[in-house]
Structures are given as structure tokens and as C-alpha cells.
């Protein structure tokens, strides 16, 4: 009886941990009020951490103080020092570590919460499609404290912003009703995060078409975003090949259709010819392109090849990666540099390997996954990276069974 109570106790607290850790990582459930909910959930989970034992392994110990020393060297070298964003750096990545030494099966709960949220969002979603009207009643509904515009911000100027109201579990934005926001703060975001937990299925053995591959499927493609697409058609590609049809047939059964659909998709022919063909122009300062803000990461990354030019920098005439970049996978580069980038894509690598116990050529392949969606999105500073990342450290048995996944409700 005592055991099953702790069981009990113990499902309802992993629960809880991941959902913080997924709210506090969409960048849209608590936007207007994101400082004060970051540290409310660094205390109750630090709390928790405390009294269940506090436990941390020898990866993360290391990574936050090798993080500490990079960080330290250039408030000595370059004078860059800031107390609220070296603060929120340590902030996300510890909240990570003290979810991590509390869940039994991270990513099993990570997995099966996405899909809950991604069943209800695909519900509301159809719904918007066939009432659009009442995507704008229930915007207008929505209390003004969890209305936001997202978009960039350079100076005192907005651009490239639309109306969104968050429901935690569920973004409403009638300007762009016809693309599923999820959770996420955009869609393109909401597809990377179904694709993370299709993955960890996927790694786990678990590449068969059933409930819960399904519905992260059709949540990736009811994005409709140039990403999602890209990475749907990686991840039916990698499943089909699993469940034992051969190369050949799946190029024979799944090209004709990619290519009918890439010529016909307006939206994605003109975004991938514009990211291929565009360079910076001092034009694009208000809105720049993936491709811009590589080419001008790239040029501040040479400025600071070894250490990158830190997570505190400021405005010049020479460094003008500070317009904001749009390119999560360059903005990481420029920032941390080599040392620091091939640090973490060391770590992860290696805790994908000891999660799920798979060859070399599966990790390359959900790498690629990752990097494709952070040439758009910029992730590396979310609780929920360094829980992908950090979970093979720390995994009891299996952080994803391969057989009981612990998904049986929607599996």
C-alpha cells in the first residue's frame, strides 16, 4: 500500500517537473512574466532537487563549471559582465539538472506530455481551421497578461510580429490560422519540439506507426512551416526504413509526393530559394534572413574564434552579429565559440549514445535533426535542451523503454 502511494506521488511530481520544464522552455506561456516564472520554477524544482536527495552527476557538475570558467574569462579579458543574463545562463541549465535528479524517466514523461498537449492543440486546431471566427473570439477572450507579438525587437522597433494569445497548452493566433502554433511561440518551434520527442521514440525502438507516433506526426505537419516539412519527411524516412521497407520503396513511394508538394508549395520554394540566394543587406537590420544572420555570425565568430564573443556583449560598427539573429544554430557559434560549441556537441552526442545504446549513424541522424531546426530556432539556452542533452547521464534503467514505454495511455 505505502509503495503504491509513493509510486503515485512520485508520477504526479515527474508530471508536474516536465510540464514546468516544457512551459518554461516555449518562450510563450509565460512571456509577459517570463523573469519572475524562470526563477519561481528554479526554486520549487531546486527545492525538490534538495529534498529528494540532491542529486548531480560528475557531466553536469562539469559543464556548469566549465561554463563558469568560459564565462569568467571574458568578464576578465573583454570586461563583459552582466548579473541578470550570467544569472538566467545558470538559471535554465540548473533547472534542467534539478529535474533530471528527481524524474525517474525524463523523457518517457517528456514524450507523453507533448503528445497530451499535441492531441488537445491538434483539436483546437481543426476547429480553427473550420471556425476561424472562433480563433479570434477565444483571442480576444484571453486575458491581456497572456497576449503577446513575438517578433524582433532592434532598438525601440518591432517588425515581423502577429497577434498570439497563450493558453500554456495551446497558442491561439487568428492571423496565422492555418498553421499550428502548439504550445510553442511559433510553428516552426512546435514542430522541433514534436520531432525531439518522435525521436526519442524512434531511438528507443519505437518507430512502429502507432497512436503516439501518429499524432506527433500530424503535429509536425499541421505546422506547415519549411522546417517541420523537412524534418517530417527525415523522420518518415528513418521509420519507414525500420519497419522494413527498403531504400528503393521508400524513395519510390515518398518522392514523387515530396516533389509534387515542393513544387506546389508556394511558401516553401520561395523561403528555400530566398535562403540559398540572399546575403546581408543593411535592409534586412529590421527583418534578416537565416542566411543573413549566419554570414554575419560567421563574421563575428572570426573576431572570437576560440572563445566566441560570450552571451554579454554590446552594439558596434565591427560586430554587427548584434542585430538579432535569426539563425539559432550560427547565434550559438558566434556567442561560444569552437571550444564551447564542440564541447556541448560532444556532450550531446555522447548522452544520446547512452541513453538509448544505438550506433553511431542514429546519433548522426538525430543530430542532423537537431541542427536542421536550429538553423531556424534558437533552443541551446532552454531547460529543455539541457534535458535532451543531459538525460543519458543520468538515466535509471531507461530514461524511454524500448518495449513499456510508460506511454500506454496513448500509445
Known sequence: MCTNKTEVSRSWLDDLLIILVLLVSTRAAFVNFESEATILIFLVSGIIWLFRGARIVPAALIFVTVSLVWLSLHAILHDMTNAKTLAGHFVRILIAFFVLGIVARPLDVFVKWVTVFSSVGLGLFFIGLLAPTLTEV???????????????????????????????????????????????????????????????????????????????????????STTGTVGLAISLGVMLLHRGVTGALVILLTLPMALAFFFNADFLVAKILAEVTSGYSVYMQWGLSRSASFQLDMQSLRHALILGNGIVVEASDTLL???????????????????????LAGIFMLGTYKQFRVGLLKVLCFCAVVFLFAWSEKFFELPLFYLLAFAGYYRREHAVSPHTSGLHLIS
Open 138 to 224: 477565444l483571442y480576444d477572450a484571453t486575458p491581456a497578461v497572456l497576449q503577446f507579438s513575438g517578433g524582433t525587437v532592434v532598438g525601440e522597433q518591432l517588425t515581423g510580429a502577429w497577434a498570439r494569445a497563450s493558453w500554456l497548452f495551446y497558442i491561439f493566433a487568428p492571423e496565422r490560422s492555418t498553421q499550428n502554433h502548439g504550445f510553442m511561440w511559433e510553428p516552426a518551434a512546435y514542430a522541433m519540439v514534436c520531432s525531439f520527442a518522435l525521436w526519442c521514440r524512434i531511438l528507443a525502438g519505437r518507430y512502429q506507426f502507432d497512436r503516439t507516433n501518429i499524432i506527433l506526426l500530424l503535429a509536425i505537419a499541421s505546422t506547415v
Open 321 to 343: 552579429f548584434r542585430l538579432p539573429s535569426n539563425n539559432g544554430f550560427s547565434d550559438y557559434l558566434a556567442r561560444h565559440g569552437l571550444v564551447m560549441s564542440a564541447y
